[in-house]
Every structure is written in structure tokens, then in C-alpha cells.
């Protein structure tokens, strides 16, 4: 007769064998069984919040020499955010001589379409062509492929304001930004869809702006008057012209560029400059306090065109000869790509009305 032991090893081994076809409940009777083991408790800890440990994956026999670093993000804010995120991880991937491999993850980018752009369901390959010219779909053949977690960026991020003093996000300064500078100049390319989009629209928006001298003004509206907790405070429109006005009389300046997501912000500025004012007039933006990219719209295409007309926000401004901007991503970037190219603006006014802290 067999033995009590016997028809118990049996029986947990039954159950075993049902709970492994559910993930979820496996890994909760994992946890129970080993919460009294520290060390097992402490790795589990660690996951996604420690940034020295790398997982490593090895999805093929692809590229044996090379040491791969997949940097997936949610992207589930605007793009200006995504791309200094995106800096911040080709900074560890720099740092490590890691071959960089960007995707925005498609279930949850922001400006992700149902269908493919320009040939792909990669929502940063709608900008941007791979800053390590490996593709993501040879990464997913690859033998070693290290995966980035947000642990990374953090670390990145705190690593490059230590250094500065810095403590808060929207605390910049010339060294933080010559910083990501390099970074871009050395990753971040556009592909040659978004390359000539933008050229062309910047020429049709001013011919001779070779020869004119233009002021940048980046006014960040809508859900900046909701006050998010840890974001900046909004500058008003009546502030702006202020410093848009001062900057006119000190500088001999032929056009003001504006971008802005916010409608009444650019009728505001419509009527005090008139034929002085240049601006995309195919920009969708939005009249009340919800985010452009955030606020639904039937136009074909809205999400991708959405990030478009971001892309092409930052590039015009980063051409323009000064800035007049707010603490915003999109202004942070602008400054980043006028310094990837080596070429710092004339002037610089940052309007600053503090952190809103709750």
C-alpha cells in the first residue's frame, strides 16, 4: 500500500500542473510559498526598480558579436517626453557600447495608428530611422539582446543632474542639455519621409528664411490650466507678448514662428502681430484644457499626424535664430536639437512660473 506521502507529492503535483496553465495564480502561489525566503523577497523587489540588473534575451542566433539593448517604452504621454526618455536610454546604451533599438510600444504610444506608417507598427519608426541601424525585427532574431526597464532612465537621469546640482525635471541648464545634444546628434535621425516633410513645410511657411531673422515662441496651452501636480504653472498669453514685445524692440526681427497646441493662444497672438506672425495653419489644436494628444479627432491618420506636426514644431524652432518658450518637453527639445547642430540660438528667454506642487 502506498504511503500518505506518496498520494500528497501526487496530489500537489496535480495542482501544480493545473496552476501553471495560469500564469497569475502561479505566480501568486510562487510569492506565498516564498515569502519567508529574504532573498527571494528582495529579487522580486528589485524588478523594475533596480537599475544594475540587465535581463538578457536571447531570441535567435543573429548578430553573436554585437550586444543589443532593446529600449521599449509605453509612450503614453506627448512626444516630447518619449524623446527625452528615448535620450535618457541611449545614454546607458551609449555608455555600455550597447547597440541601441528603439520601439514605442503600439498598445499604448500615444500616436500609435491601427495601421502601418510609412511601413511599419513602430510608432518611433513613424519619425525616426533605428539610431544603431539594426531593425527591430532582426532584434527579435538576435542573440543577445539586453532589455531596458524604467530603472535605467532614472538612473540616467539622476546620474546627469548629480553632477549639476539639478533636482527637479523641468530644472534645466546649458550643461544638462549639451548633454542630451550629443546624444541626439549622434542617434536621432529622421527618416526620409518625416526629413522631407518637414524641409518642405518650413520653406513654404517662410521662402527666404535664409535671410529673415525670426523669433521662436513656444506657448504650451490646454491641460497646463489643470495644474498637474509636479508640472510647470501656465504662463498666460498677456505674459508672452510681453516678452515677445521686449524681444522686438531689442532685436531686429522680421517674423515671429509660433507653435502652440492651444487655439486661443495664437488668436491672441493673431491680433497684436498680424503678417508678423508665421504658424502652420494645418496644425490641429484644441479651444478647452484637454491635450491635443489626448483630445479625440476624426482627421485619417490624427495620431500619427499629431506626432508629425510635434516633430515638425520642434525642427522649426530649433531653426529659428532665439527662442521665447515655457518649462514644456516640446521646448526642451527644441533647445536640444538647435544644440545638436552646433549652433547655439542668439537668445533665449524662458518663462518660468514655478512647479505647481499640489
Known amino acids: 500500500m502506498k504511503s500518505w506521502s506518496f498520494y500528497k507529492t501526487s496530489l500537489y503535483e496535480c ?49 553573436p558579436e554585437k550586444n543589443l539593448y532593446l529600449i521599449s517604452l ?12 528615448t535620450l535618457l536610454g541611449l545614454s546607458v546604451a551609449d555608455q555600455l557600447h550597447f547597440v541601441p533599438v528603439v520601439v514605442y510600444q503600439p498598445e499604448t504610444c500615444t ?6 506608417i510609412h511601413g511599419t507598427t513602430n510608432p518611433f519608426e513613424y519619425f525616426f530611422v533605428q539610431p544603431g541601424d539594426i531593425t527591430l525585427e532582426e532584434t527579435y532574431e538576435s542573440r543577445n ?22 533636482s527637479q525635471e523641468y530644472v534645466v541648464n546649458d550643461v544638462y542639455l549639451e548633454k542630451l545634444a550629443y546624444l541626439f546628434k549622434k542617434y536621432m535621425r529622421l527618416n526620409s519621409f518625416v526629413q522631407t516633410a518637414v524641409e518642405r513645410d518650413m520653406h513654404k511657411l517662410c521662402p527666404k528664411w535664409q535671410a529673415a531673422k525670426i523669433l521662436g515662441v513656444h506657448i504650451r496651452g490646454t491641460d497646463y490650466a489643470l495644474n498637474w501636480v509636479n508640472h510647470p504653472h ?15 524692440e531689442k532685436y531686429n526681427i522680421d517674423y515671429v514662428f509660433l507653435a502652440t497646441d492651444d487655439m486661443r493662444r495664437l488668436d491672441a497672438l493673431q491680433k497684436r502681430y498680424g503678417s508678423k506672425l508665421l504658424y502652420y495653419k494645418d496644425v490641429h489644436r484644441a479651444t478647452g484644457n484637454i491635450g491635443v494628444h ?16 510635434v516633430i515638425r514644431d520642434m525642427y522649426t524652432l530649433a531653426k529659428c535664430d532665439g527662442l521665447i518658450c515655457g518649462l514644456s518637453q516640446v521646448s526642451f527639445m527644441a533647445r536640444i536639437i ?21
Open 15 to 63: 495542482i501544480y500542473k493545473k496552476i501553471r496553465k495560469y500564469p497569475k495564480m502561479d505566480y501568486l502561489q510562487r510569492v506565498w510559498r516564498h515569502r519567508n525566503d529574504r532573498y527571494f523577497v528582495d529579487q522580486v523587489m528589485k524588478i523594475l526598480h533596480d537599475p544594475e540588473i540587465f535581463q538578457l534575451k536571447i531570441f535567435g542566433n543573429k548578430n
Open 74 to 85: 509605453e509612450a503614453n504621454s506627448g512626444l516630447g517626453a518619449a524623446l527625452r526618455v
Open 111 to 116: 500616436y500609435a495608428e491601427s495601421k502601418p
Open 145 to 166: 539582446v539586453f532589455l531596458y526597464n524604467q530603472a535605467h532612465h532614472i538612473r540616467a537621469e539622476h546620474d546627469i543632474r548629480a553632477m549639476m546640482n539639478l
Open 234 to 248: 501656465m504662463v498666460s498669453a498677456d505674459d508672452f507678448m510681453m516678452a515677445i514685445d521686449e524681444t522686438l
Open 294 to 309: 489626448e483630445e479625440k479627432n476624426s482627421r485619417p491618420m490624427n495620431r500619427y499626424l499629431n506626432g508629425l506636426e
Open 338 to 358: 538647435r544644440l545638436s547642430q552646433e549652433s547655439p540660438y542668439d537668445f533665449v528667454k524662458i518663462l518660468d512660473n514655478g512647479i505647481y506642487r499640489g
